[in-house]
């Protein structure tokens, strides 16, 4: 709980609110953390998926939402918006940061039925598969509905993480001037993820083929360079996201599949991800049936990805489901893995073609197997697209940057 010695120092108070308490822990709770330490009173509101206990014994204010995240019935989207407008009401002349399009819509229309906060911030974290066609219906209504919710005499900032959103919001009138900024994802811990010691000397003992004459073995390559049991390792590919088909999961299997004869017994694809309950979503029935133990194995929903990161030797994340910027990438990035993902919005931010791992058009199995083939064959290149990854991490993802960018927007709407 907050000390009695910082209550007289709080500096305004701040209301988060996202979908689910899982995503708060993961996503935004180094920011209301460093909120909480400059004297805010950090309000935070999402729902309640088993986590709830641990933001309270983080010393935040926990309020249950009444959301279901999936759901898109208008008396569910209403329950949320009398919700949140009792929430303002409770806590007058706060700062709102709402994250992520459902709350973002939600927040503003409550704002219009309550006295007025402090000030606005509206996080896009990405405008997700029902804006992957910007001009279609059902875009043009929601951007409608945004632009009448939105209160001009409010000071307000919307935080998006890459600039074709932003340009979206532009030409839908939604941001005016001074509006917009620009934060690249929600960060990574550089000494959470970073690479595994000796990868180098690891992954070149590892890369060499069964076959010693084959065409694929390195050159410079030595089995005495490393221990009997790294030589004896198998390369590692690795996906981590959501269960979603336009996350691209089948694509991988398809392209581990395209490679089987020439690397199944030294290759291992792991996909990483819990089940979900989107409508675009793979079954567990599925993914058993894709999956066969030991050439692809399906993980599960895993909670220790910076260990699965410093065992993996490359990153495939072949998404194109409208992503904000994917945080996986961002702890791949900074665990020094080359990547491999869709040239598709905010996965092409993470990715230098040519120079930190290679981009793929959507749904291209053939493409991202060539891709992988490649990385698993030439070594030096591996390594050296995965050093690249952990300087463009260090250069644009670090969680402090992140952090600190966040309250500079926070003190902007205090003072």
Not at 41 to 69: K, N, Q
Not at 102 to 129: D, E, F, M, W, Y
Not at 302 to 317: G, H, P, T, W
Not at 400 to 410: G, Q
């Amino acid at each position: 709980m907050m000390k009695k010695g910082k209550e007289t120092d709080k500096r305004g108070r701040l209301i988060i609110a996202v979908n689910e308490d899982t995503f708060f822990l993961s996503h935004r709770v180094s920011v209301a953390e460093a909120a909480k330490d400059a004297g805010m009173e950090v309000i935070v509101t999402c729902s309640d998926t088993g986590h709830a206990s641990e933001i309270i014994l983080r010393g935040f204010i926990y309020e249950p939402m009444p959301i279901a995240p999936r759901s898109l019935s208008p008396m569910d989207e209403w329950r949320v918006i009398r919700f949140l407008a009792s929430l303002i009401r409770k806590y007058p002349d706060s700062i709102l940061h709402f994250v992520g399009m459902k709350l973002i819509l939600a927040g503003n229309i409550a704002v219009r039925l309550t006295p007025s906060p402090r000030g606005i911030v509206n996080a896009v974290s990405g405008l997700g598969i029902l804006f992957m066609n910007p001009s279609g219906k059902m875009q043009k209504l929601l951007f409608s509905v945004l632009r009448l919710a939105k209160n001009r005499k409010i000071p307000t900032r919307t935080i998006f993480q890459n600039f074709e959103d932003q340009e979206v919001f532009r030409k839908a009138g939604l941001i005016g001037n001074n509006e917009a900024a620009y934060i690249k994802g929600s960060g990574v811990s550089l000494e959470q993820f970073h690479p595994a010691e000796n990868k180098e000397k690891r992954t070149l003992a590892s890369a060499s083929p069964c076959d010693t004459s084959s065409d694929d073995s390195p050159s410079d390559a030595s089995p005495s360079d490393v221990s009997p049991s790294e030589s004896s390792r198998n390369m590692i590919v690795l996906f981590a996201g959501r269960l979603l088909k336009s996350k691209g999961v089948e694509d991988i299997i398809s392209a581990a599949e395209l490679l089987r004869p020439k690397w199944e017994g030294r290759v291992e694809f792991r996909i990483c991800g819990g089940l979900s309950s989107k409508i675009n979503a793979i079954t567990k029935e599925e993914m058993e049936t894709l999956t066969d133990g030991r050439y692809v194995k399906w993980l599960g929903n895993r909670s220790d990805m910076d260990i699965l990161m410093q065992e993996a030797d490359i990153m495939v994340y072949p998404s194109y489901y409208r992503e904000g910027v994917p945080r996986v990438l961002l702890e791949a990035s900074a665990s020094g893995l080359p990547i491999i993902t869709c040239d598709s919005v905010g996965c092409r931010d993470t990715v230098e073609d040519g120079v930190n791992g290679f981009l793929v058009p959507p749904q291209s199995p053939a493409q991202i197997a060539e891709k992988i083939d490649r990385l698993l064959s030439d070594t030096p290149l591996r390594v050296r697209m995965g050093k690249e990854s952990r300087r463009i991490a260090i250069r644009d993802y670090s969680l402090t940057d992140v952090v600190r960018a966040h309250l500079a927007i926070y003190t902007s709407l205090l003072d």
